[in-house]
């Protein structure tokens, strides 16, 4: 089955410790109702820095820097698209959510 990264974007913290409690609750629902589809639960990122051609390093990792990724397992692109529209990173905060496959390579 074709493998997929969800890169989570944005979203921010949350400032209190009731909604920081709301959000990771939500998390583990919405991981926990997918969890044949999750091969790789993921993490949070830290700090980020993206380098360009001739070596030009952007501290905070660009305009849109990474905060986490999970890696499922679905049909096909529309199946993981419908799995990534009800994580917390959308539904909870301003965050986004990329989606894209992972392909194999052949005697890697």
């Known amino acids: 089955m074709p493998k997929f990264v969800l890169a989570y974007h944005g979203g921010g913290i949350p400032e ?10 939500a998390w583990g629902e919405w991981m926990g109702s997918h969890s044949a589809a999750f091969v790789d639960m993921g993490a949070p990122t830290g700090q980020a820095k993206t380098v360009s051609a001739g070596g030009a390093v952007e501290d905070g990792g660009g305009s849109n820097p990474l905060t986490g990724y999970g890696i499922i397992e679905a049909a096909d692109i529309d199946a993981a698209v419908e799995i990534a529209k009800g994580c917390p990173m959308v539904t909870l905060s301003d ?9 194999e390579i052949p005697d890697m």
């Open 95 to 103: 965050g986004t959510v990329e989606v894209a496959e992972a392909f």
């Open 16 to 25: 209190s410790e009731e909604e920081q409690a709301k959000h990771m609750a």
